[in-house]
């Protein structure tokens, strides 16, 4: 929960105090604040919060948390340096005060941050999925209402910040966004995975939460990387190349769609139109400014969130990278170091395992999404990780799946037992721990089971084949913490998968009815 590290966001606040003086913001002292540092924020409890902004150089700033009961103030000096920086921490908080912030720069200029309360901050990122919102058209009525009369019941400890979904060149030293209460009257536009984690740490630790969300649907994880981390990667020649690829031939396409845009826009002119012949704006081609080129999404939506003080990130992404598993491993341990030397080395880091989705599975083996989900498993190599599977929560035919309620809550569940140390239950799903074969039969060994169990009639999912190649379903059964699984026509296996397809049949939980995740003794195999 500490956060050691500052930013590397020293580089650039000169020309941020430039941009001030060329807009009219400077005055005596130029004091400016990053949007983060405003009215209802969250500051972290129990540990040194950071406070930043900038000013004309030499300036000296005295930053003041006051809080609302009269307790003993907490306070912090700097001076913007040569760059127009300054920056610091307030002194641990005790969590629940509530009170102001007070920044006073040189002798005159004074802002006043109001109704900030102090909690348990978290940010969660990632792709679509992580931006559904309580209020999406599938979620259904009784669902918002419920979490409508939720939020009321706890307002104001839920807080969110959600980060403007744009892109940029170079990293900013600041976001576009604004922190919001959460209340019946616009719960509906809380992304739902964040909103589910909130609601699940405030109601066991019975504390205030701030979730910073900076999601974009349709994006691929190298979007969310800095620049100077992809470019050390093995795969950045083949990131490049697909960019200039897309990007051939982008100014008349570009050209073409502005005209076929304007078209659109002059035939259905308002969402009501739009929504009633079922309507939505032509795809725009790739070009430079594409949400999904390298680095874009970083430098816009997560570098100026630092050095805000957080205890870890959620993280909802993968499905823009399925056809390159291969990639993806090195690419999300890559995410994950960047964004521990910006904050902290040992931030906690949780993922979702990407749910079912597409036809279910009819044959023993399939691919797909199994293959982006083994390589997602590439964060589990580093420490303080934890993923959630979705594997069991989503549908055929929506990809916007909206049931992340049971997602929320398994994402809590790692954080509160890891983090926290709040409960004594394993909050993770079972996963393969090693396997052997045994004459004709395959015995498989896992963890975190805590009592392995069928939550169907019979054993299903699980995939055998021999030394021919052939894969063919396999019969079995539960043998305490272990599965044996046969097929009479293979007498000698030599590999298992379990779940292995898009939306896999799935028949296997632990004592928590948590799932067992999806799995291959084969992965070597290139098929």
């Known amino acids: 929960m500490n956060n050691k590290k500052f930013p590397r966001f020293l580089l650039i606040c000169a020309l941020a105090l430039a941009a001030a003086y060329a807009h009219g913001e400077a005055d005596a002292t130029a004091l400016r604040l990053p949007r983060l ?23 000296p700033v005295r930053v003041v948390f006051v809080p609302a009961k009269g307790d003993q103030e907490s306070s ?117 995975v964040a909103w589910y984690f909130a609601q699940a740490l405030h109601d066991k630790l019975e504390r205030p939460v701030g ?74 081609p790739y070009n430079p400014k594409n949400k999904g080129a390298p680095s874009r999404l970083y430098n816009a939506m997560l570098h100026g969130l630092v050095p805000y003080t957080i205890t870890g990130i959620i993280w909802y992404q993968a499905e823009n990278n399925s056809s390159r598993p291969g990639e993806y491993s090195e690419l999300v341990q890559t995410l994950i170091k960047s964004l521990r030397k910006n904050w902290n080395e040992e931030l906690p880091f949780y993922y979702v395992e990407i749910a079912n989705f597409k036809a279910p599975q009819t044959v ?91 939550n169907t009639d019979s054993l299903k999912g699980f995939a055998i084949r021999g030394g021919d190649g052939l894969w063919k379903w396999a019969e079995g059964c539960v043998e305490g913490d272990e599965i044996v699984v046969w097929n009479k026509d293979i007498p000698s296996p030599v590999a298992v998968r379990y779940g292995w397809a898009d939306n896999p049949v799935l028949s296997v939980e632990n004592g928590s009815g948590l799932p067992l995740r999806p799995f291959r003794t084969d992965p070597e195999s290139k098929e």
């Not at 979730?211 to 992809?230: H, K, N, R, Y």
């Not at 308002?270 to 704006?281: C, F, G, M, R």
Request: charged fraction near 20%; hydrophobic fraction near 40%; aromatic fraction near 8%.
């Open 37 to 59: 540092i405003s009215d209802h924020m969250v500051l972290q409890a129990g540990c040194p919060a950071a406070i930043w902004g900038w000013a004309v150089p030499g300036t």
């Open 211 to 284: 979730m910073i969300v900076s999601s974009i649907g349709g994006t691929p994880i190298e979007a969310w990387i800095p620049a100077d981390a992809l470019g050390k990667t093995s795969v950045a020649g083949a990131v490049r190349e697909r960019h200039l690829k897309a990007l051939q031939g982008w100014e008349p396409k570009m050209a073409d769609y502005e005209a076929k845009l304007a078209v659109w826009q002059k035939k259905y002119p308002t969402p009501q139109l739009q929504h009633k012949y079922n309507s939505t704006k032509p795809p725009e």
């Open 364 to 454: 023993p083996v399939e691919g797909g999404f199994a293959f982006i989900r083994e390589a997602q498993a590439g964060a589990l190599l580093l420490p303080k990780t934890g993923v959630a599977t979705a594997v069991d929560l989503g549908l055929a035919d929506d990809v916007h799946y909206p049931n992340k309620k049971p997602l929320g809550r398994r994402l809590a569940g790692l954080a509160l037992a890891d983090v926290y140390a709040v409960t004594m239950d394993d909050p993770r799903s079972p996963e393969l721990a090693g396997f052997q074969i045994e004459g004709g039969k395959a015995r498989l060994r896992f963890k975190h089971t805590r009592g392995l169990r069928l």
């Open 76 to 192: 912090f000096e700097a001076v913007a340096d040569i760059t127009g920086c300054w920056s610091g921490r307030l002194p641990a908080l005790s969590v629940n005060v509530t009170g102001s912030l007070r920044i006073t720069a040189g002798a005159g200029t004074e802002k006043h941050i109001q109704d900030v309360i102090v909690g348990e901050v978290w940010l969660g990122s990632g792709q679509s999925n992580m931006g559904f919102s309580m209020g999406a058209a599938n979620v259904p009525k009784e669902i918002q209402e419920e979490e409508k009369r939720y939020a009321d019941r706890i307002s104001p400890a839920i807080r969110l910040f959600n980060v403007a979904r744009e892109g940029e060149d170079l990293p900013r030293d600041d976001v576009n966004g604004e922190w919001v209460v959460i209340t019946s009257h616009n719960a509906r536009h809380f992304p739902a």
